[in-house]
Nanobody, 116 residues
Framework: QVQLVESGGGLVQPGGSLRLSCAAPRSIFSSFAMGWYRQAPGQQRELVATFTSGVNTNYADSVKGRFTISRDNAKNTIYLQMNSLKPEDTAVYYC??????????WGQGTQVTVSS
């Protein structure tokens, strides 16, 4: 069973920052496109930021300029640096590994709450 292990969520005030981490097995990390999604209460899960075609990135318009996705290939880990957080960023954040051929895997999710 493939495990994507997320960490780094929590409670932060508006304007604050958090960094999420997602560690994957080497076989997944090197072959799958990695990314971050989120789901707010009562909302559909949505893309936040992903790697496409290796190191190219794609961001949701709502997070451009505030969030940065990065990766450490030596640690088989991706990160999501979230700055200037807003209450509307409150959601469960999920790591996803996607392969057109092999399918997709999801992490267990980590809660991010932005509130004063």
């Amino acid at each position: 069973q493939v495990q994507l292990v997320e960490s780094g969520g929590g409670l932060v005030q508006p304007g604050g920052s958090l960094r999420l981490s997602c560690a994957a097995p080497r076989s997944i990390f090197s072959s799958f496109a990695m990314g971050w999604y989120r789901q707010a209460p009562g909302q559909q899960r949505e893309l936040v930021a992903t790697f496409t075609s290796g190191v190219n990135t794609n961001y949701a318009d709502s997070v451009k300029g505030r969030f940065t996705i990065s990766r450490d290939n030596a640690k088989n880990t991706i990160y999501l640096q979230m700055n200037s957080l807003k209450p509307e960023d409150t959601a469960v954040y999920y790591c996803k590994a996607t392969s057109i051929i092999l399918g997709a895997y999801w992490g267990q999710g980590t809660q991010v709450t932005v509130s004063s």
